[in-house]
C-alpha cells in the first residue's frame, strides 16, 4: 500500500498534494527533503503518517527520528502519532516509543550527542527490519547527527523543516548537495488551510521582501533567519 493510499484508507486523511509527492518519494526510497512555510503541516500531516505507515508496512522495521528540541518530539511528533492510536489496538504506544507485536519500533531523541544517532542497521535484511531515519525541524540539528545518520545502513530517510538560515546541511540539501535528494519547497499558498488574509496581513505588515515574510510564507532560508522570533505554534 502506498503511503497516500494509507492516508485514505487507514488513516481517513487526504493529503495536500505536496504530501503526497512527498511521502510517495520515501516510499520510492529516494532521499528527501522538505523546507515548508510555518503551519504548513509538515509534522501532523506528512511525518506522523510516514511513522505509521512505515510500521503497517514494515512490522519488523526501525523508525529513528530527531528533532533539536524534545518538545518538538513529545508535544508535536508523538501527540500526532498518538490522534491513530485507535486504528492500530495491537500495537503498544509508550511514552517516548511505539512498538509493533511482531518487533518493530519508531522511537525519538533530541540530542547534540552523535553516538546516539548511529548503530542503526538492518538485522535480518532490508526487506524484513529496514531502517528510516527522519529529521524533524532539521534546521535546528547539528551537523554531526546528520554525519552520523550517513553511518547508518537506511532504506528511507526524510528530512523536513521551516527554513531557517543559509547554512547547514538541511540548507546544503537544496543547494549544493540538492542532486542527492528530492527537494521539495512548500510556500503557503500551498496549504488550503493557511488563509490568503493571513498571508496579505503579514505582506503588507512586513513586505514581500523581509525575512520573515519570506520564511513564514514563501519557504525561503533567510540571511536574516537568526534574529526572528516565531511563536512555538507557528512552527
Not at 108 to 132: C, L, M, Q, W, Y
Not at 136 to 162: G, M, Y
Not at 197 to 202: I, M, N
Request: hydrophobic share 35%; proline share 7%; aromatic share 12%.
Amino acid at each position: 500500500m502506498t503511503p497516500t493510499e494509507f492516508c485514505v484508507r487507514v488513516l481517513g486523511i487526504v493529503p495536500y498534494l505536496w504530501q503526497c509527492e512527498a511521502m510517495e518519494s520515501v516510499a520510492m526510497e529516494q532521499p528527501t527533503s522538505v523546507v515548508a512555510a510555518n503551519g504548513s503541516g509538515k509534522t501532523a500531516r506528512l511525518v506522523a503518517p510516514l511513522v505509521l505507515w512505515f510500521l503497517h508496512e514494515f512490522p519488523r522495521g526501525q523508525c529513528i527520528f530527531t528533532s533539536g528540541s524534545w518538545m518538538q518530539i513529545e508535544k508535536q511528533l508523538w501527540g500526532a502519532v498518538k490522534v491513530y492510536q485507535h486504528r492500530f489496538p495491537h500495537w503498544r504506544f509508550m511514552s517516548e516509543e511505539l512498538r509493533t507485536p511482531e518487533g518493530g519500533y519508531a522511537f525519538g531523541f533530541s540530542t547534540d550527542n552523535p553516538g546516539r544517532a548511529e548503530g542503526h542497521h538492518p538485522k535480518i535484511g532490508s526487506d524484513v527490519d529496514p531502517v528510516f531515519l527522519i529529521i524533524d525541524e532539521a534546521k535546528t540539528v547539528p551537523d554531526c547527527i546528520f554525519e552520523a545518520f550517513d553511518r547508518c545502513t537506511r532504506k528511507f530517510e526524510l528530512w523536513v523543516s521551516s527554513p531557517g538560515a543559509p547554512r547547514g546541511q538541511f540548507y546544503d540539501s537544496f543547494h549544493k548537495n540538492a542532486s542527492l535528494y528530492k527537494t521539495i519547497r512548500v510556500p503557503s499558498t500551498d496549504c488550503a488551510h493557511i488563509s490568503a488574509e493571513k498571508r496579505e496581513l503579514d505582506r503588507i505588515k512586513y513586505g514581500e521582501g523581509h525575512p520573515l515574510y519570506r520564511s513564514k510564507h514563501l519557504a525561503e532560508f533567510t540571511e536574516d533567519f537568526d534574529r526572528l522570533v516565531l511563536a512555538p505554534n507557528l512552527s
